[in-house]
């Protein structure tokens, strides 16, 4: 192999494929990144049997090649050179890099030994803008359970119908679901289950594309195929039933509060604090306001050792008063999130979810179970 390019390029697809190198497996060679010429153009892989991300970027191709390289070493050494050519020639197992007054040489594992990368052609096809994806990954991804007690519960559900498609994740204790439309309709009504990590992974480097995401599921080998134009990412998906989660969100309130979002989310911050040593309890007291008139929220959290703290926010508060209790960072999470200026807290009674929904779209909802206190 003998080629060369520039070291930005190669920086930047090293960033993104290294998010699916190894960092602990049996399988050494999972925690190299895959380095191989393809056409006139350098390709760079890598997987952790889970997810495996390819990037191509330009180069000048002399003669064709591949070989696998320690990720971690070859990443923090090319972030260091200065962005000019890299000439990249190898010799046996040893890569050879020189650019400007730099040389260096890594010794590298074949090729041939590195698990290949699935390629996911035939199923469901569809494409979805840029922006549409990441927005729902973001706002649904952080709700998804990290222990594997129930492994359904740790990805997100993606449902394409037509040309709509809804993400949804549950832990248990909360349920995110948002609701958005692809650029091509599907053939068939399909639900699939992707690890709520690969679609943070993929979110990330989703930011720095600005061209629609082609979606490629094939249910029979149980992999889902993300596309860009220099960037696949394959995933392989969750295996079992997602809970019926229409079922979860409260169809009716006895309360609703509409809150100003900064404000709303400072309160829960400043609450948060002494939260900390009391179950990560925060307490929220509705007051509807004389009619046509603003109404308030108290946002309370107390700890016996430490003391506590109350905050107030204006509000505009439909239906009768009332006092529920939620986790502080369920909350705060959801909040970051949401991009309109303003929420509605709608709740039923202080042992009921409470129901988060930005004001303005109607395409995400937001669940929450509350905590039990002593009023």
Known sequence: MKLSCLQENLKNALSIVSRAVATRS????????LIATDGSRL???????????????????????????????LTDYTSLLPNEK????????????????????????????????????????????REALRDGINQVSFAAATEESRPVLTGVQLEFDGDKLILAAADGFRLAVHYTSVLTPVSAK???????KALVELSRFLS?????VE????????QALFRLKNVEMVSQLIQGVF????????????????????????????????????????????????????????????????????????????GEPAKIAFNAKYVSDVLGVI???????ETTTSSSPGVIRPIGVSNYVHVVMPMFVQW
């Open 26 to 33: 049996t399988l050494p060679i999972t925690q190299n990144v």
């Open 43 to 73: 390709k760079l892989a890598a997987t952790n049997l889970e997810i495996a991300i390819s990037c191509w970027i330009g180069a000048k191709v002399e003669k064709e090649g591949a070989i696998t390289v320690p990720a971690r070493l």
């Open 86 to 129: 890299i000439d990249i020639n190898l010799t046996k197992n040893t890569l050879h890099l020189k650019c400007a007054r730099s040389e260096t040489s890594i010794n590298g594992l074949d090729a041939a030994d590195f698990p290949p990368i699935p390629e996911v052609t035939d199923g469901i096809n569809t494409k979805i803008e």
């Open 190 to 196: 399909t639900a699939i289950i992707v690890p709520a």
């Open 208 to 212: 720095d594309q600005d061209e629609s």
């Open 215 to 222: 979606i490629i599921v094939n249910q029979q080998k149980s």
């Open 243 to 318: 809970p019926n989660y229409s079922q979860l969100i409260p169809q009716k309130y006895a309360t609703r509060a509409v809150v100003d979002l900064t404000q709303f989310l400072q309160a829960i911050k400043m609450a948060s604090i002494f939260a900390r040593d009391g179950s990560g309890i925060v307490r929220m007291e509705m007051t509807p306001g004389p009619e046509m008139t603003a109404g308030k929220m108290n946002i309370s959290a107390r700890a016996e050792e430490i003391g506590e703290n109350i905050g107030e926010v204006d509000a505009l508060i439909d």
């Open 339 to 345: 991009k309109q200026k303003q929420v509605a807290l």
